[in-house]
Each structure stands twice: as C-alpha cells, then as structure tokens.
Nanobody, 132 residues
Framework: QVQLVESGGGLVQAGDSLRLSCAAS????????MGWFRQVPGKERDAEPGKEREFVAAITRDGGIIPYPNSVKGRFTISRDNAKNTVYLQMNSLKPEDTAVYYC?????????????????WGQGTQVTVSS
C-alpha cells in the first residue's frame, strides 16, 4: 500500500507561483511513475467519462517528462526527488483557470501516464485557488 500526501496549495493572485509537493510512503517510490491531475469540484458532470480529472504533468520512474498539456505548458514543471520520496509541481504564472483541487498519483507498472484510470494510488488532493 502506498500513501500519498500532497501539500503546498493555497490562495494566490494571478501571476503568482506555487510549488506543490507530494510525499509518498514506502520503499519503492523510485519505481513508480508519478502524475499530477486536477479537478474542479462541481464540473465532473460536464466532463467526458474518465476525464473528470485533467492531466497536468507526469514523470516516469526514470525521470522522463511526459509532454505537458497546452493548458500548462511553459508554466508548470514536474520533478522528483527519489531520496525524499517526493514529487513536485512548480506552478508559475498562475491563472484563475488553474483553480482546482490538485491530486498526485502513483503508477506502479509501465504504461500510459496521462490517463487517471491507469494509476494505482491517489493522494487526498490540495486546493489551489487563483484570484484575478
């Protein structure tokens, strides 16, 4: 069993930066693909099935970066520190449309890292609110 705990969310103004952290339990962190997703509460019904959580960023167990979606490209950066069992999401130039609950997730096997259904473990989420 893997436990993931996100931190670093908060209320900021447009243009500000935040760094989210996700600390993982266990000794196999370095073997996991890790991802960040976000979800806007109340918008789940408007989303296509399986896409209620929007892909934000992912990093392979070897440190490879999965291409970012256009919505965050050039502003968000994912990284990992295997010695600390932690994955980070640096978010710069935040916009009001970035407001959401941000979740980190761990995938224990190979495969696609952009689809939430393929992940095995999830954190509880951290709220990010960007005011205009």
């Amino acid at each position: 069993q893997v436990q993931l705990v996100e931190s670093g969310g908060g209320l900021v103004q447009a243009g500000d930066s935040l760094r989210l952290s996700c600390a993982a339990s266990g000794r196999s962190f370095s073997s996991y693909g890790m991802g960040w997703f976000r979800q806007v509460p109340g918008k789940e019904r408007d989303a296509e099935p399986g896409k209620e959580r929007e892909f934000v960023a992912a990093i392979t167990r070897d440190g490879g970066i999965i291409p970012y979606p256009n919505s965050v490209k050039g502003r968000f950066t994912i990284s990992r520190d295997n010695a600390k069992n932690t994955v980070y999401l640096q978010m710069n130039s935040l916009k009001p449309e970035d407001t959401a609950v941000y979740y980190c997730a761990a995938k224990t096997g190979p495969g696609v890292l952009t689809t939430p259904q393929f992940y095995d473990y999830w954190g509880q989420g951290t709220q990010v609110t960007v005011s205009s």
